[in-house]
Structures are given as C-alpha cells and as structure tokens.
C-alpha cells in the first residue's frame, strides 16, 4: 500500500494547478493517481490516461491505496473533486463519445492528452515550464472561484416577501424562475424550505420548516435544487434546475424515494429548463408521473403520465 509519499506528491501538484481549496484533500489526490493509473511506487513517467468511470476510480483507489470509499461516496467524489478538475481543463469526460446520454453508465473521465505529458515530465527539470504554459492556457479552478466572488448576485425574491442574493450564474438564474415565475402560478402561497445554490452557502432557507415536515439534510449533496411546501394541498414539491445537470430521470426518481421516503405520498416531482430547447435534449429521459416546466413558456405545465394532472403519487 502507499507510503505516503506519491499521495503527497499528487496533493503538491494539485496546489501547482490551482485547484480549490475543497479539492487540496487525500480524495482529491488519490482520485488524480487513479486517472493517471500511478501505483505506489510508480514514477511520474509512467502516467497514462485510459477511460475511467467514478466506480473505476474508487477500485483502483481500494486496490492500490487500501481506502475503500463507501458507495455514496462516489457522488461526492464527482462533484467535488472531476467536475472541478474538467473545468481546471486537465480532465476530460467521454473523450470515446461526447455526446453520450448524461445517464449512461458508460460515463467516464480521463486525464486530457496535453495534461498527460506535463504529469509525465513531472520529475523533470521542464516540469515547471510546461506548467507555466498549462495554466496560462487553461485558468485554473482557483482563479475562476476568485472571479465569480466579484460578479453581481442574483437576486431573488422568496414567496414569503424576503430577498435573497444567490450565486451568479445560469443555474442561480433558472433557479430565479422557478420561484418568481413557476410557484407563483402553480403552487401560490407555497413556503421555500430549501434552495440549493451554487456556492453552497444559503442551503437550508427554513430549517424549521424542515424539522416540520420531518426532512433530514444529512445528505445534503443529494438534494433536490429547490424545495417548496404548498401546505394548502398538503404538496411537496422537489424541484430540479435541469439547466446543466440532468433533469428527473429514473435514477434521479429513484433517488429522491429513498431520500424523500416519509414524505413520499406529499411529494410532487418537477423538472425545470430554462425554454424547451434545453427540455428536448432530456425528454426521453424524464420519469413517468413527474412534471416538465420551462422557463421561455411559464404558463404551461407538462405531465408525464399518471392519473392526475399534478399532485403527489406515493399513496397509488
């Protein structure tokens, strides 16, 4: 097993590359000498770049470094630490197809072929200046987290009156939609109980709210994007912002049951795109009795299926 010592190179050259703050842990190196295929022991030349997917990469971190990551570990490890190393640009995802479905099980990450040859030349006297030009061509993940704490907030406006800045970005815009523009004509006078923004900052809106209705955020990085109760109906909308991750799929459906298991029979499942050209990438893939809405058209509600319009279907 590792001495210690590649672990410990790994996590410098995540430094060298100017990575976040949250990606400069053991996870975050291991998950580098995994795609690299670096075994304790290896030198830095022999690098290499095959196609991993998450479960892969937990193996090989099990198999070579004897730190065996439980099975819901591999969320965290692809949006905390691959996500961040794609948009660093030394990982690449599905270099064999690009546009494989966002639920395929053949999902999988490398390393890019010109990161390959400055990771190689580690232990080289070259290695600094082929870093130099790596992230003078690529800004580095740190840089990027620097830039966007000086861009203009989102502003939203909460059902409740109360106004609230979140992160600046498409997501945080959609996100901005779904409360002014969707709940108000599909669920009005609905309370907001969680909203799930970008920088991971606001989370829980209303804890007591959650403690009412018996919600636990222990798996906070699972939860839907945004979560509003309509106590009128006795509704529980889980809302997703399917502007860059994927919408209510099976698997997502799936998911929100186990995590969302007491509340089940409250619970109205909503995928929201910013307009219907973003929606008809995803259509194939949305779940049966659940519901569409976009953004461009916010008087229409699309219903896949089921016996009802809208509502909650846990007790059929």
Not at 85 to 92: D, H, L, N, P
Not at 170 to 175: A, F
Not at 294 to 310: E, L, Q, V
Request: proline share 6%.
């Amino acid at each position: 097993m590792d001495d210690g010592k590649l672990t410990g190179e790994a996590l410098h050259t995540l430094e060298d590359l100017q990575v976040g703050r949250d990606q400069l842990n053991e996870r975050s190196a291991m998950t580098l000498l995994a795609l690299l295929q670096l075994k304790p022991g290896d030198s830095w030349s022999q690098a290499n770049n095959p196609m991993l997917g998450t479960r892969a990469i937990m193996d090989w971190i099990r198999d070579y470094y004897g730190v065996d990551y439980k099975p819901n570990t591999r969320e965290t490890i692809r949006r905390f630490t691959l996500h961040q190393f794609i948009i660093a640009g030394f990982v690449e995802e599905n270099f064999d197809k690009p546009d494989r479905p966002i639920n395929s099980p053949k999902w999988n990450y490398r390393i890019t072929t010109e990161a390959l040859s400055m990771f190689r030349r580690h232990d080289d006297k070259s290695y600094q200046r082929l870093l130099r030009l790596f992230l003078s061509a690529h800004p580095s993940y740190r840089s990027l987290t620097e830039e966007r704490k000086h861009m203009p907030k989102t502003p939203v406006k909460l059902p409740s009156g109360t106004a609230l800045d979140l992160s600046p970005s498409g997501q945080s815009l959609l996100i901005k939609a779904i409360i002014e523009e969707m709940l108000p004509r599909f669920a009005p006078g609905c309370q907001i109980a969680y909203i799930d923004d970008t920088d991971h900052k606001h989370g829980a809106i209303n804890p007591t709210l959650l403690n009412k209705l018996g919600i636990s955020m222990r798996a906070r990085e699972k939860a839907p994007d945004i979560i509003a109760w309509d106590e009128r109906r006795g509704w529980l909308f889980l809302m997703e912002a399917a502007s860059t991750h994927g919408p209510v799929d099976v698997t997502r459906k799936t998911e929100l049951h186990s995590l969302f298991a007491d509340q089940w029979d409250k619970a109205v499942l909503v995928s929201c795109f910013p307009d219907r050209k973003t929606m008809q990438k995803y259509l194939a893939q949305l779940a049966w009795e659940t519901e569409a809405w976009c953004a461009d058209t916010p008087d229409h509600m699309m219903h896949f299926n089921g016996s009802r319009f809208m509502g909650p279907y846990g007790k059929e």
